[in-house]
């Protein structure tokens, strides 16, 4: 008796597709509206900060 095996195919070009878009993401550069905000909860942490 021979076992089935199945296609994994799918899953790996659906896994190349996902790699894909968060390199895609990482590789934008960061726009000055974010960076704005991401200073301004700077701010908002440092009194906590010991």
Do not use: H, W
Request: hydrophobic residues 40%; aromatic residues 4%.
């Amino acid at each position: 008796m021979g076992a089935k095996v199945k296609p994994v195919q799918l899953t790996l070009i659906k896994d190349k597709k996902i790699v894909r878009k968060v390199i895609e993401q990482i590789r934008k550069p960061i726009s000055a509206k974010v960076i704005k905000r991401n200073e301004k909860v700077v701010d908002y942490i440092k009194p906590f900060e010991q």
